[in-house]
């Protein structure tokens, strides 16, 4: 099997992805160099007990430049103040505490892994396998270092061309077209993550057994967009089937979860049925989206680091497009205001291609989005 990991490593967002026999099987997104890097999943970190709430058994700790929650198993005994040496089980979450536990080796060092390291593992990439890496000169120098492996530097159009950025945008997407006509709904929230089912414009809905193999022939995407998208905990999915005519859909979902080792509750009378899925991190959604109150239900929008990274990598395309070219990179009020505030940000792009970029704020714009324009 061929595998190859791409990453695209940028001040503002770290974006990977594994790439097998020419398919997209993993995504994953992170902090940029320029960033603040929060506790990771699987990090071996040191730890101080800051509080012990008996209620909940379990104290709060400090991990430095942020807290963490660990649950106090049976009559541990640890005391305020006490240093320790904890595993992160799971990074903080939408205004939840990283979650972690003693670790079995107290006497180990620190195990803080850098971001590079950390898309490799989030990604699945083990075993043997090629990394792309588009980055700065001198950041790929020290990834080069770091990593102790080949890799090849890649340019910034790395995603376009091998199809990820398609596969990105799907996984962020609310909504997914399928194959004749049905489509699945995906809504994340703070409890779990609700999937819709929907079969109604599928062709031939009048026949014996249609519906049901309109839900098996979702099963296969379901499964895969979970898994791209890192989403993690309770997964209810809305089957348009009842328990009596769902036992096939039903098997065909736990067959294919229990490849991914997750767990398969039972279907209900209303066609739901939940998958109990391992949260390694944040998912996609939860690291470049954020709550805004959009009355009477709360809505998400593009946090303005994303719309800022977004807008620094297509301005880097098109430099890279035209070597000669003076561009102007239009951006909305906010966007333009924040990368203004992150001078640091845009220094790459001088250094790779010159002065030859200008930034305009342009107030009739939409948030969500931004352009290139050749000037002269």
Aim: with cysteine; net charge negative.
């Amino acid at each position: 099997m061929n595998r190859c990991v791409l990453i695209d490593y940028g001040p503002v967002e770290t974006r990977a992805a594994l790439q097998e026999n020419d398919e997209i099987t993993g995504l994953w997104i992170g902090p940029g160099y320029a960033m603040r890097v929060p506790a990771m999943a699987g990090e071996r970190l040191a730890a101080r007990i800051e509080t012990i709430d008996k209620k909940l058994g379990a104290a709060f700790v400090s991990l430095g430049d942020e807290q963490g929650f660990l649950p106090l198993p049976g009559k541990q005994s640890v005391q305020e103040g006490e240093a320790l040496i904890v595993d992160v089980s799971t990074p903080a979450r939408g205004g939840k505490l990283a979650r972690v536990r003693l670790s079995p080796n107290q006497r180990g060092p620190d195990r803080r892994g850098d971001i590079l390291t950390h898309a490799l593992a989030m990604t699945g990439a083990d075993g043997a396998y090629d990394i792309l890496l588009h980055a700065p000169a001198e950041k790929f120098v020290a990834a080069r270092n770091s990593l102790g492996r080949p890799i090849v530097q890649a340019g910034p159009e790395m995603f376009e061309r091998d199809g990820v950025e398609e596969v990105f945008e799907q996984a962020l997407s609310r909504v997914i077209d399928l194959p004749g006509g049905a489509r699945l709904t995906v809504e994340e929230a703070e409890a779990l993550t609700a999937i819709d089912v929907d079969v109604s414009a599928t062709d031939g809905q009048s026949k014996a057994g249609a519906v049901t193999r309109a839900c098996q022939s979702a099963i296969p995407v379901i499964i895969r967009q979970i898994a791209l998208r890192c989403i993690g905990g309770q997964v209810v999915i809305d089957f348009p089937v009842t328990r009596r005519d769902g036992k096939g859909v039903h098997q065909a979902l736990q067959d294919a979860a229990s490849l991914q080792g997750w767990r398969t509750h039972p279907l209900s009378d209303a066609g739901l049925v939940a998958l109990t899925v391992p949260r390694r991190g944040w998912s996609l959604l939860d690291h470049v989206s954020e709550p805004t109150a959009i009355a009477p239900v709360p809505g998400r929008r593009w946090t303005l680091d994303h719309l800022a990274a977004r807008a620094l990598r297509l301005a880097g395309r098109a430099l890279e497009g035209d070597r000669a070219a003076q561009l102007e990179l239009l951006l909305p009020p906010a966007v333009h205001a924040h990368i203004e505030a992150h001078a640091a940000w845009l220094q790459p792009l001088y250094d790779t291609y010159g002065n030859r970029l200008t930034l305009i704020e342009d107030a009739g714009r939409e948030r969500d989005r931004a352009d290139v324009r050749q000037t002269g």
